[in-house]
């Protein structure tokens, strides 16, 4: 049975409760849901394309605390709080940062605080580091 091992980034927003921003065992790992606030300003940007941007930076930034990058993505879920409105914008975006063959993905409508877009990684660990 493997431990559960815990990451936290100091290029991600701060986390607001008890959770951290990543946590991986037996070989898969979980992130924690991003939002577009830049970690050092704590400013978020308009537009859901420049959001989408810099929620993926911080969603990299808890891939990289683990030593994973998006390459190790097997599945997003997105919330965006426009869904029919931003899809488009948000969709080009999100092709900036992976190539094929594309991770999973699930994107829902949502209602969001003040953003317009939150995602959420599942990534695998490669087994001689599981």
């Known amino acids: 049975m493997s431990t559960r091992q815990a990451y936290t980034s100091d290029n991600a927003p ?12 037996n070989g898969v790992l979980f992130t924690a849901g991003f939002g577009p606030q830049d970690p050092v300003t704590g400013q978020v940007p308009d537009g859901v394309a420049d959001q989408t941007r ?21 599945k997003t879920t997105v919330h965006l709080q426009e869904l029919h409105r931003d899809f488009a914008d948000f969709n080009e975006a999100y092709a900036e940062f992976f190539e094929a063959p594309y991770p999973a993905r699930t994107t829902v ?22």
Do not use: K, M
């Open 14 to 25: 701060r986390p607001v409760g008890p959770y951290s921003h990543a946590a991986a065992a």
């Open 109 to 130: 409508g949502s209602t969001l605080a003040n953003i317009l877009v939150e995602i959420d990684v599942v990534a695998a660990v490669p087994q001689d580091r599981a």
């Open 54 to 74: 810099q929620v993926l930076r911080n969603v990299g930034a808890a891939l990289d605390a683990a030593g994973l990058t998006f390459d190790h993505v097997l």
